[in-house]
């Protein structure tokens, strides 16, 4: 069974020989060959280039045989091809101008998000090319929630609230910027489908600021909307980080695979969810700041756990942090890869 | 029936002629007469003045006449009462020199809790009693988890990792911290009660940075600890923010209510809890900030997913937000009051 052939397996609930590793944010900046290549170039100039954005994506695949690749981006790359540009700034976070108001929503333009994302594209051929069917390649998009809060805040806050005012107090304009962003999300992922990916994760990593009763109105059906578009044409992951009480809403939006943080536990979701969506997740990001042993136990904990439950793919419960050592990751890994 | 009588009735999950209400952080800088007071005494100079406390504390009272007052103080003041002094800045947040290693943690001195946090004590009396029968007193504590976080990371912190490495890496030295925190809490919770607190309250705010295997071993058996220590003289709320997965846990600290963010649906909560088990939440704070219209439909909307449930505190999800206006608290208060 092939790297490519177990993720797929597992993200469709099929049997697995072992359940499948890839680690959120796992091309970055954990690896020395990233941190590099950083020297050299911009991280805008990273994403933007699709030699660059390649490399970057190979190299934990390189060093710890993940069984996926995740395209290196951005989820502001969508902003961006609606007119919205970012800038990121090392150590202050994103930069973009807010959207202020109707006028400033009515101007964002998807009618070129496929040129504009071109390079995207471009990267994932050239990786695709490279991994053949050793490796899945997945290929990601932020959920218009969460992009809808980045545009509003014009970045990153302490507090999400300019969309939710939207939300609650002008429905018709959120549905407006919803729909804009609902159509880009879905045109990018497909274009990234038909270059080679072979699974889509949606991140909604500000789901969890909602309000359980807000959720499916604010967020999940838009990311409904999106699953459908793509027809089932490749396994799509849905991670709505802190969405812990909207099981329900989550799987109504179609997701194949549901992102699970953590704060919860794994085999009490799985067993809650339909036998055919499967859960990726949900160790604590911060084991891999600790010590080989830690994470050897974490790991094992975790698998033994989940043993008999079938689409369990093994990752963190949020990206890979920054301060995570290779020795921790390589216990993370080798620890998935000896279990039987 | 008194509003006193109404809060303690719902936290013994006891009949009730409506809902109670009060709302955390309902003391502070939402209101007018809090701000004029601020501008003549710093934030830490009214928590140690007993008169500026229990005027701070009443405020609220006086302006909704709220279910139950909270007296005005905060977490921190056990961390100090332990040798650990801090400062709050305006804008900046907390500032304490953080404890680096287990000498500073040998060095934490409970011996002095009561006579060090009898500002409290005096505080809650002069409140008392003018409060009298009327409306009920609710003290308060951090929870070890969430002070040692603080203590470790020397104030706020965008990511509460030092509690954690601790935890992981030295379990001896983390029990040692532990077992210091729950004892100077107990006292300091005890001695509240004798000054006439009705209810006391126990705030696991850095609860939810916890993995779910986690929490059992790291806050919550230290919270049953300090609720056993309190012998059911009182009820006690413990409000884990965030601490979604672990219901069955936080349960097991004795709690008489459980504090709900807004992530999770309250009536499923509710079901899920022992008969004789409350609940207190759970409106998304944001909604304060918005119009009276939606706050009286969010405030209905919650009373109506409750309707014949026993044991339900009417509050907010989180702390009150300072962009709070005072039509938008009238409108929840006075929602709850015609509610039948």
Redesign the interface.
């Known amino acids: 069974m092939t790297n490519r052939q177990r993720f797929i397996n597992a993200c469709r609930c099929q049997p697995v020989d072992r359940p499948p590793i890839w680690i959120m944010r796992q091309a970055g900046r954990a690896l020395p060959e990233y941190r590099a290549l950083k020297e050299k170039h911009s991280f805008v100039e990273m994403v933007r280039t699709p030699d660059l954005a390649a490399e970057v994506t190979l190299q934990p695949i390189r060093r710890f045989d993940f069984d996926a690749a995740i395209v290196f981006s951005d989820i502001l790359v969508v902003p961006e091809a609606l007119g919205q540009p970012y800038q990121f700034q090392d150590g202050k976070g994103i930069e973009m101008t807010p959207l202020r108001n109707a006028e400033d929503i009515a101007r964002l333009d998807g009618s070129a998000v496929r040129e504009r994302l071109d390079y995207v594209a471009k990267a994932l051929r050239l990786v695709r090319e490279n991994l053949k069917d050793r490796t899945a390649l997945i290929g990601f998009a932020g959920a218009p929630w969460t992009l809808a809060c980045f545009m509003l805040e014009g970045g990153g806050a302490d507090?999400y609230?300019k969309a939710?005012?939207i939300f609650?107090?002008d429905r018709p304009l959120f549905e407006r910027l919803m729909k804009k962003l609902t159509a880009a999300i879905s045109e990018y992922l497909q274009m990234q489908i038909e270059a080679g990916a072979d699974a889509v994760q949606i991140f909604d990593s500000l789901g969890?600021t909602?309000?359980?009763?807000?959720f499916e109105a604010a967020s999940g059906r838009w990311i409904a909307e999106i699953v459908q578009s793509l027809k089932s044409r490749v396994p799509v992951i849905v991670f709505a980080r802190?969405?812990?009480?909207n099981w329900n809403d989550l799987v109504a939006t179609g997701a194949q695979v549901l992102g699970v943080d953590?704060?919860?536990?794994l085999p009490?979701v799985r067993t809650r969810l339909p036998h055919n969506v499967g859960v990726q997740g949900n160790?604590?990001p911060?084991?891999v700041?600790?010590?080989p042993a830690?994470v050897a136990a974490e790991t094992r904990?975790l698998l033994a756990d989940m043993r008999g439950l079938t689409g369990h793919i093994v990752n963190l419960?949020h990206g890979l942090?920054p301060t995570a050592s290779l020795e921790n990751i390589a216990a993370m890994v080798d620890t998935v890869r000896a279990f039987a």
Chains 1, 2 share one sequence.
């Open positions: 507090d609230t939710k005012r609650y107090s969890g909602l309000a359980s009763d807000a802190g969405v812990n009480g953590w704060t919860v536990r009490e160790l604590d911060f084991i700041t600790t010590t830690i904990r419960g942090p």
